[in-house]
Nanobody, 123 residues
Framework: VQLQASGGGLVQAGGSLRLSCTASERTFSTYGMGWFRQAPGKEREFVSAINWIGSSTFYADSVKGRFTISRDNARNTLYLQMNHLKPEDTAIYYC?????????????????WGPGTLVTVSS
């Protein structure tokens, strides 16, 4: 499956952005999905994930209460609503997919990755 993330941009601290990730195949509805991010000079880290039907969601402690993950299987699209953004949220954000991730937090459990979208939060 091919993934394409969009919605990144430049925003002031305290602002909001919504990221989207569109999949090329209708089998999207069978995949667990995740968002990861990578800041300059840092390793890629887990942000959020959602199971195939949207009944279970997972968040990194650093974004809990500020970010919301959701999906629309009819549109083959994954979302990440990001509110109360902080400068430390600045990173390239990637969406990822796997049929049945054993550990949604583990980037090595994902087989498919999109090219990423840049989010920059100014102070």
């Amino acid at each position: 499956v091919q993934l394409q993330a969009s919605g990144g941009g430049l925003v002031q601290a305290g602002g909001s952005l919504r990221l989207s990730c569109t999949a090329s195949e209708r089998t999207f509805s069978t995949y667990g999905m995740g968002w990861f991010r990578q800041a300059p000079g840092k390793e890629r880290e887990f942000v959020s994930a959602i199971n195939w039907i949207g009944s279970s969601t997972f968040y990194a402690d650093s974004v809990k209460g500020r970010f919301t993950i959701s999906r629309d299987n009819a549109r083959n699209t994954l979302y990440l609503q990001m509110n109360h953004l902080k400068p430390e949220d600045t990173a390239i954000y990637y969406c990822a997919a796997n049929y049945q991730p054993k550990d949604y937090n583990d980037l090595y459990d994902y087989d498919y990755w999109g090219p990423g979208t840049l989010v920059t939060v100014s102070s």
